[in-house]
């Protein structure tokens, strides 16, 4: 059923960036049954899953009215996210374990706006096209705004790192 | 801080937002939005509105009182009643129930609109139901 097959990604997507489980158990309730509502609506081209996302995201703006104008304030610099050019390893072993566990937290202390953009990067993989479809808005500011968080979390990484030396 | 330094922090980064753990879906998610969409589905709970139940009263004994009148009234009480919406309704003198039947029927025409607003499906429940 729909429901099974979807509910992982639907309920994390509203859970990252609610960050209330409560909250998020709602809006994914709210999602599969507006779904269910449109699904005579729905137009075969676009993926199932991409429409989930935007009803999610949607609901999410409902929710949280700053969400829309963090993301809008954003704006569109020149800078662009280079993410597919980190092709890097990452490191193996405690050290970098702990690391990772430290910037998981971080991720989580992000603003709701940046939570959102890199959940539909990092966790579901979106292409910056769906992401900036998802939200509604244009590619340059999701780019921006990735940018922007993953400069953020590599600032703070490095402000950890020093510290511990 | 030197730009190898930088990649360093910016692939950890990378590997971070990569290894990300997803939050399970609670168990009662599913159960949660089949009683969302069942919700949905189900017909319409009748709804009785106390303001158009009082309407409907009023309007039903009056029309009931207007049939009363028109059939046990006795006759000098009909003359006078006669003369009387004659006299409102300036209608022709030989046929003064024309008036009456005007506004019986505009009241049963209520009567009606009222019973079938009661009779017709609600207002629909809410679309999410909570916990």
Redesign the interface.
């Given at each position: 059923m729909l429901v099974v097959e979807h509910q992982a990604y639907v309920f994390n997507l509203a859970y990252r960036v609610l960050g209330n489980e409560q909250e998020a158990e709602d809006t994914a309730q709210e999602a599969f049954v507006r779904a269910w509502q449109s699904l005579p609506r729905f137009r075969a081209q676009a993926r199932f899953g991409t429409w989930m996302y935007r009803i999610v995201t949607n609901l999410c703006y409902n929710r949280l009215p700053r969400l829309r104008r963090e993301l809008s304030a954003i704006g569109e610099d020149e800078i662009e996210d280079h993410a597919d050019l980190q092709t890097g390893k990452a490191d193996d072993g405690l050290e970098a374990a702990e690391r990772r566990a430290w910037l998981h937290r971080q991720i989580e202390e992000l603003p709701e706006a940046y939570r959102l953009l890199l959940t539909l990067r990092y966790q579901r993989n979106l292409p910056y096209e769906e992401i900036a479809s998802v939200t509604s808005l244009p590619m340059g500011t999701v780019k921006t705004g990735l940018f922007r968080a993953k400069e953020r979390l590599r600032s703070a990484l490095e402000t950890y790192e020093e510290a511990r030396l | 801080?030197n730009p190898s330094?930088?990649?360093?922090?910016?692939?950890?980064?990378?590997?971070?937002?990569?290894?990300?753990?997803?939050?399970?879906?609670?168990a009662?998610?599913?159960s949660?939005?089949?009683r969302?969409?069942r919700a949905?589905s189900a017909p319409p709970k009748f709804v009785f509105p106390w303001l158009e139940a009082a309407i409907s009263l009023m309007l039903s004994t009056l029309l009931t009182g207007v049939g009363a009148l028109l059939v046990g009234l006795p006759p000098t009480e009909l003359v006078r009643l006669q003369q009387t919406l004659r006299y409102f309704f300036l209608v022709p003198a030989n046929r003064p129930f024309l008036a009456a039947s005007v506004i019986g029927l505009g009241m049963l025409v209520a009567c009606l609109f009222f019973a079938v607003r009661i009779l017709l499906p609600g207002r629909r429940a809410p679309?999410?139901?909570?916990r």
């Open positions: - | 801080m330094e930088a990649d360093r922090w910016m692939t950890a980064v990378e590997d971070a937002l990569r290894t990300m753990p997803e939050a399970p879906a609670p009662a998610l599913r949660r939005v089949m969302g969409v949905l679309a999410v139901v909570r």
